[in-house]
């Protein structure tokens, strides 16, 4: 990923990408570890921000948007979890290791980590939401010194639904950052970890949290939104402090096609990451 170089560069050039590691996270999703082809664009893949997203393109197939999920602070490959929706995806999960495919980026605000040093931060991620804000929570497990408490919440519908369920149940282990698991059902009996919805588990850090000096950074299906808002809320959580990552929205990720526009915002061009003053002037943002 090339911020820096793009300043004074085509900012919407492909540079070519081979496909180093991969593997399914479930049944519709799978993990891609990439490296760039040439080795001076490699030397800028850590240049981004946790919360950007880049665009995949494979000729004769077309492109789509999809959430960074690696941390700039490793910068030897980008990760990806990519969940198969459609014709694109479809080509993609086709490509084995060694196969190539072109990105460029990264597009979008992303989270401002800066900005939320020295605080404390509340990170929950339901379903596919888990693929960015992996992003995060590896940013902060390697600048842990830097922030305050740290919370991750995550859910999930079975623990065979989980992305990225063994990283998340190795993080747990290391206990670098205070790590809640759920799933709403457990048909194996064999889960060790909270049974229920993602709000359940805000029971465990009630009383824990400076909310006068924190973050909540969301990213999940629709429907979760409301009700951890709802948690967040009576936790007097500051509503500016609220971030939500709404990369579901986006197509062509260059604000050309329409298709994330809502009054005039672009979600790829002033997102992904809105607060919740963005939500409330625009309800259609979820």
Same mark, same amino acid.
């Given at each position: 990923m090339i911020s820096?170089?793009?300043?004074?560069?085509?900012?919407y050039e492909d540079h070519l990408a081979t496909i180093i590691d991969y593997r399914d996270l479930t049944s519709d999703t799978r993990y891609y570890k990439l490296k760039f082809v040439d080795p001076e664009i490699q030397k800028h893949t850590g240049d981004y921000r946790p919360g950007?997203?880049?665009?995949?393109?494979?000729? =004769?197939?077309?492109?789509?948007? +999809?959430?960074?999920?690696?941390?700039?602070?490793?910068?030897?490959?980008?990760? +990806?979890g990519i969940r198969k929706v459609g014709s694109f995806t479809d080509a993609l999960f086709k490509k084995k290791e060694g196969d190539t495919v072109y990105i460029r980026g990264p597009y979008g605000n992303g989270f401002d980590m800066e900005r939320m040093e020295g605080k404390?931060?509340?990170?929950?991620?339901?379903?596919? =939401?888990?693929?960015?804000?992996?992003?995060? *929570?590896?940013?902060?497990?390697?600048?842990?010194? *830097?922030?305050?408490n740290v919370f991750f919440l995550n859910g999930a519908r079975t623990p065979d639904d989980m992305l990225f369920k063994e990283d998340f149940l190795a993080m747990h282990a290391r206990e670098i950052i205070e790590t809640h698991l759920t799933v709403d059902k457990d048909p194996t009996g064999e889960w060790n970890h909270n049974v229920g919805v993602v709000t359940t588990l805000f029971e465990?850090?009630?009383?824990?949290?400076?909310?006068?000096?924190?973050?909540?950074?969301?990213?999940?299906p629709p429907v979760m939104y409301k009700f951890v808002i709802k948690e967040l809320l009576e936790m007097d959580f500051s509503k500016k402090n609220i *971030?939500?990552?709404?990369?579901?929205?986006?197509?062509?990720?260059?604000?050309?096609?329409?298709?994330?526009?809502?009054? =005039?915002?672009?979600?790829?061009?002033? =997102?992904?990451? +809105?607060?919740?003053?963005?939500?409330e002037r625009m309800v259609e943002l979820i």
């Amino acid at each position: 990923m090339i911020s820096d170089r793009s300043k004074l560069e085509n900012p919407y050039e492909d540079h070519l990408a081979t496909i180093i590691d991969y593997r399914d996270l479930t049944s519709d999703t799978r993990y891609y570890k990439l490296k760039f082809v040439d080795p001076e664009i490699q030397k800028h893949t850590g240049d981004y921000r946790p919360g950007q997203f880049a665009m995949f393109s494979i000729p =004769g197939v077309g492109e789509a948007p +999809f959430s960074i999920s690696s941390t700039p602070t490793r910068p030897a490959f980008l990760e +990806f979890g990519i969940r198969k929706v459609g014709s694109f995806t479809d080509a993609l999960f086709k490509k084995k290791e060694g196969d190539t495919v072109y990105i460029r980026g990264p597009y979008g605000n992303g989270f401002d980590m800066e900005r939320m040093e020295g605080k404390d931060i509340v990170i929950v991620s339901g379903g596919l =939401g888990a693929v960015p804000l992996r992003s995060v *929570l590896l940013y902060l497990e390697d600048k842990r010194e *830097l922030y305050n408490n740290v919370f991750f919440l995550n859910g999930a519908r079975t623990p065979d639904d989980m992305l990225f369920k063994e990283d998340f149940l190795a993080m747990h282990a290391r206990e670098i950052i205070e790590t809640h698991l759920t799933v709403d059902k457990d048909p194996t009996g064999e889960w060790n970890h909270n049974v229920g919805v993602v709000t359940t588990l805000f029971e465990k850090i009630n009383g824990r949290v400076d909310n006068d000096n924190a973050y909540a950074l969301i990213c999940g299906p629709p429907v979760m939104y409301k009700f951890v808002i709802k948690e967040l809320l009576e936790m007097d959580f500051s509503k500016k402090n609220i *971030l939500m990552t709404l990369e579901r929205r986006m197509k062509c990720g260059q604000g050309h096609c329409g298709h994330c526009a809502i009054h =005039g915002v672009y979600t790829c061009l002033d =997102g992904p990451v +809105f607060n919740f003053w963005d939500y409330e002037r625009m309800v259609e943002l979820i």
